[in-house]
């Protein structure tokens, strides 16, 4: 008799753990979407130069986190404006970073070279980054105020005409640039 209630208790302890390891498994599938309001997930990542790089490298200015893809149609048609955007907002205490998630990096490097990016860029190709953040469509764009929490966020996709964020809006750049001031 003692010999079944070992089995028993055997049984139990085992369904005991597969129960618990399911719930671990599930809850580490589901991904947590950041949103606006939240505190932006700290990272640490690696230039094209070799530097690594973390919120802190830029100062307490704005930081508009920009997941793109040389592969990826709407990132190709908002390259210019964001690039624009840079350049002018640079002087007020904004920065630009544009992760790409280009597995290929002479793709990534064409793409850089023939838009001329006046931004910094970084790829992580295992879109490490893109996953703390929740991303994968692209382009997906967060606006890091100087306390790090996140105030705007452009989804991935584009709108109904096909068109993707206007970064050169006059709205949306004195909004940003308020925020450097």
Not at 42 to 65: C, E
Not at 135 to 161: A, C, H, M, W
Request: net charge neutral; glycine share 8%.
């Amino acid at each position: 008799m003692t010999h079944s209630k070992v089995d028993q208790a055997i049984k139990l302890a085992i369904g005991a753990g597969l129960v618990a390891l399911a719930f671990v498994v599930v809850s580490t599938m589901q991904n947590h979407i950041v949103g606006v309001g939240e505190s932006a997930p700290s990272f640490s990542i690696t230039t094209d130069k070799g530097q690594q790089i973390t919120p802190r490298d830029f100062g307490g200015k704005v930081l508009v986190l920009n997941f793109w893809a040389s592969w990826c149609p709407p990132c190709v048609q908002e390259a210019p404006s964001l690039n624009e955007f840079a350049k002018e907002l640079a002087p007020s205490g904004v920065v630009v970073l544009a992760v790409s998630v280009d597995q290929n990096q002479s793709q990534y490097q064409a793409f850089i070279k023939k838009f001329q990016v006046a931004f910094q860029t970084v790829r992580d190709p295992e879109e490490n980054l893109s996953y703390k953040y929740g991303t994968f469509q692209f382009p997906e764009s967060y606006i890091i105020d100087r306390n790090g929490k996140v105030v705007r966020k452009f989804p991935g996709l584009p709108d109904r005409d096909g068109r993707t964020i206007p970064w050169t809006d006059p709205e949306l750049m004195s909004y940003v640039k308020s925020l450097g001031s």
